[in-house]
């Protein structure tokens, strides 16, 4: 996998590689894939594909509220609040 | 009183031999004295503990009879636990406290069981060692300079090395049946949907099932049946009914079919564990079983298959952890973007980035048909393999792991890690029950044997584990510094 | 040259459900920030989905209401990005198996033509929170009460081709979603946005030209300025050699400027694929039929019925049968009075404009129907004229009762007593012999137009409240004479 590909899924997925370990990330990456190829030699026409195991169907739930404030006890683990509002980096829009 | 069975234990209760606080006095002190061998626990929660266990005394004098009220057990650190830390063996958790109990914690603790702590994990489940927790490496038991399986390795060192009668565990590939057979348990990964996986930390939602680590068949019915229960939280939980699965334990096997499936005994299982499951599958064959050669002809494609699925899934499972609301967050972001990177790229190890990565590229424009479409197709196919199998036999047998447990740094590349799944995969993919019970030693270590049955049939591979261990001893054997 | 506009619109329907899509919290509007967002709300680790059978029902509904392909069997899917509002970094939402397919809808434009406008599909998904904006420290702050509140959103295929057109697409759509009670309608909290894809090709151009998409536009006024705004800009940038580039635009209403969002130009691949939480939602066709027996009348439908029975013209009758307040508003003065033609011009003129005025919605008129019923029958028996009437209304609109209390109140009662009205064009005639003079001289054809000044004198006299009727007859007579 070329270097700039990977930088390309690491900003996908918000995630920094440091230097020190991109070799290692990318190279095992590459050997997962390698894994992965012979799944294109199976013939697979027809077969519909399976998300779920049991091929089960969705319950609906009532419409109901069944939740209340909880905030004080939610924002106690979070990183950085105020007034109520989670704080992050100005979002630019 | 820590070389006892559940059921034992449960006695002993209730005849008033110990009570709950004492039982729990015992594993607390076998903890702080015993674990610095291990790392088996990431988090010890004495006082809870201690809490909960008069609360269990009180309920027991009060004419409780539910048969786990009182025994204390150790949760894996990937079901969230109210007011207790829970990190899912990632520096991304290291400070985080749910407010919230998982299905899982709430119904053991609604049976009476004492939590005595949180057990080592491979970072968000991925690994087949326990050597990818940011909390440290989990020392195998029966012996210290080879890993314990992954990734419930914590839960199984500390049953092992008894430090709790029984844990709970969690296997989206294997990680319940691994670490048992590497550790010398009995271990239960139940039917997909059969527990609760509300609260339980997701890496890979479509292949995750909750199950136990014990020291035999009989403790894991026990556990079963009070962790299983249909769940109006979990859209995935089925709603069928939970039942006693002690009842079926004594029924004899006389009869019945079990398949061996060739595919599980070619190449890459070591000579020695090949042996050892023969050995007891010809036990199972004593004791009136017919055996019947089958085969899984896209088992080779299985664990391919699953790292295109658990990748694509967890890529989008782990993007809840981006340091707002709770979690990790790195010290001074420069920007939004700079927020999310270092975050995410300092909370997470190695290989979870590595999946997450591999998760990203699967499902990215361009490759989704090539790969994630693609495993979903061949996963139905693996799925029909047993689906056919089933409508010869009961019950398949094979190996767990193709080998005992393994020195630590000896799988360097992660696919030879993988590999360590080869047996324990299927299942997953499919969603059926898998069962691991030691079946005797490969140079002192012990050697799992497989059981696989049909959707919601627990009780019946109970009731094989069970007659497997009235017959023999295997599971008897403990690792020899244990004392 | 000239030039075509083409126009797509995403509709982004908030459906009026109690609890959000996946979750058991409130979807209540305007609580304190963060009260109303739950572990699933909030993407705690190991918390899970469970899909809002209501919002399935109102889909299903809007589906129908589209004449839409109602799919038996729906799939979530998860989209992924990372942004502050969206917690679980991927949005649930249907893709390759949404609940409603290919439908469409007739909107009536303002000349009284039709025109139909084919709807792709609609799908169901859940909103994000809010990023504020305030300075924070030079942060932001996020509000996660709405994240997860259900949405319907509606996919049109591109066959707008004004801004005209696109607006009266979406007060139709506006006025369906309410009709059916699936969304409060109410711009102004968001209740409705709109997304509007926008493209200018060369008249008679089959290829259609790039598109741009202006995000987020909360009413029917900011809709039609930007979709004016952009339609101008892509003519200039192409009108002097430039070229269009796709991008997504964001419009102020405030300054009714609109610039490119300046977040970064990564390639967006959102990585869809199906949400392994979820499980495939899958109805038989009781269910649907169930729902179908179940749908109130539709405007488009009510449009039709009030041109048919109440002989009204195709314009009051899309003005009527829009809102539903107003409809069964009208409905209940027509029926009451007998008179649909009056009801209708009164409810279409003066209740609006009075209501408009002074905002007041149709639920809350202090004029009932049953009052306005009362005046309109005055009026048509002749106890007042249509200029009392207005008189009358004003009062009533004050609280002062209802019509014939107002008119006998105030001594309002149309002259038509012949006695009274001779008396009073005798003494008209009397003080003004030079225009009577005139009004003999003239010719024939000027005089009905000179006979304007009498009955302003006598309407002087009588306060406004002789029958004109009877008054015209009595001077005609009485200047031949």
Known sequence: MERSQLEKLALLARLNVDDSVFEEVSQGISQVLGLVEQLQAVDTTGVEPMAHPLDALQRLRPDEVTEGNCRDAYQAIAPQTENGLYLVPKVIE | ?483 | MEWETVIGLEVHIQLSTQSKLFSGSSTAFGAEPNTQASPVDLAMPGTLPVANAEAFRYAVLFGLAVNAQINHRSVFERKNYFYPDLPKGYQTTQLAEPIVGAGEVHIQLADGSTKTVRIHHAHLEEDAGKSLHEDFHGMSGIDLNRAGTPLIEVVTEPDMRSAEEAVAMARHLHSIVTALNICDGDMSQGSMRFDVNISVRPKGEEKLGTRTETKNLNSFRFMEDAIKLEVERQIDVLESGGKIIQETRLYNGDTRTARAMRSKEESMDYRYFPCPDLLPVVFDDEYVEHLRQQMPELPEAKRQRFMDSYGLSAYDANALASDRGTAAYFEAVADDSGEPKLAANWITGDLAAQLNQTETAIDACPITPEQLAGLIKRLADGTISSKIAKQVFTAMWEGEGTADEVIEKRGLKQVSDTGALEKMVAEVIASSPQQVENYRNADEKKRPKMLGYFVGQVMKTSKGQANPQALNEILLKKLEE
Request: proline share 5%; hydrophobic share 40%.
């Open chain 2, 1 to 483: 009183m820590h070389k006892l069975s559940l059921a034992e234990l449960a006695k002993g209760l209730r005849d008033k031999s110990y009570s709950s606080v004492e039982l729990t006095e015992h594993y607390l002190d076998r903890i702080k004295r015993l674990d610095g061998n291990y790392n088996s626990f990431i988090t010890v929660t004495e006082e809870r503990a201690l809490e909960q266990a008069r609360a269990a005394d009180q309920a027991l004098a009060a004419g409780n009879t539910s048969p786990l009220c009182g025994v204390p057990i150790a949760h894996k650190d990937i079901f969230c636990t109210a007011g207790v830390k829970t990190t899912c063996g990632s520096r991304m958790l290291d400070n985080f406290v749910p407010p919230y109990d998982a299905t899982v914690v709430e119904n053991l603790g609604r049976a009476g069981c004492v939590t005595l702590g949180k057990t080592n994990m491979d970072e968000f489940a991925m690994g087949s060692s326990n050597e990818t927790s940011y909390f440290g490496l989990v020392k195998n038991p029966w012996d210290t300079n080879c890993v314990p399986g992954g990734s419930s390795g914590g839960s199984a060192a500390a049953v092992a090395a008894q430090l709790a009668p029984v844990a709970t565990a969690t296997d989206t590939g294997g990680s319940i049946r691994q670490p048992a057979a590497l550790c010398g348990l009995t271990g239960l990964k139940p039917t997909y949907g059969r527990i609760s996986r509300w609260g339980m930390i997701a890496f890979a939602s479509s292949l995750d099932q909750a199950g136990t680590l014990a020291r035999s068949a009989e403790d894991t019915a026990l556990m079963l049946g009070a962790m299983a229960s249909f769940d109006p939280k979990d859209s995935t939980s089925v709603d069928k009914d939970v039942p006693d699965y002690t009842a079926a334990l004594p029924d004899k096997i006389a009869g019945l079919k079990i398949g061996i499936p060739k595919e599980y005994f070619g190449e890459g299982l070591n000579a020695g564990t090949e042996q050892r499951v023969k050995e007891a599958i010809a036990e199972l064959e004593k004791l009136g079983a017919t055996l019947v050669d089958i085969s899984l002809p896209h088992t080779h494609l299985a664990v391919p298959t699953y790292y295109v699925i658990a990748p694509a899934e967890c890529s989008a499972n782990l993007s809840r952890f981006d340091g707002v609301r709770y979690g990790h967050r790195c010290d001074d972001p420069q920007d939004l973007l700079d927020m999310y990177c270092r975050s995410r790229g300092e909370g997470f190890g190695n290989e979870v980035k590595r999946r997450i990565l591999v998760g990203t590229y699967a499902l990215s424009a361009g490759y989704y048909d090539a790969y994630y479409r693609k495993a979903q197709q061949i996963r139905r196919l693996i799925k029909q393999d047993f689906m056919e199998a089933f409508k010869q036999v009961d019950v398949i047998a094979g190996p767990t792991a193709p080998s005992v447990a393994f020195p630590f740094g000896a799988k360097k590349d992660p696919v030879a890690m993988y590999m360590e799944d080869i047996y324990t995969i299927a299942t997953n993919l499919a969603g059926l029950p898998g069962l691991s019970l030691p079946c005797g030693l490969v140079d002192d270590k012990p050697v799992g044997l497989q059981l696989i049955g049909g959707y919601f049939e627990e009780a019946r591979l109970l009731n094989v584990a069970h007659q497997f261990q009235l017959a023999t001893d295997h599971h008897r054997h403990t690792p020899a510094n244990i004392d």
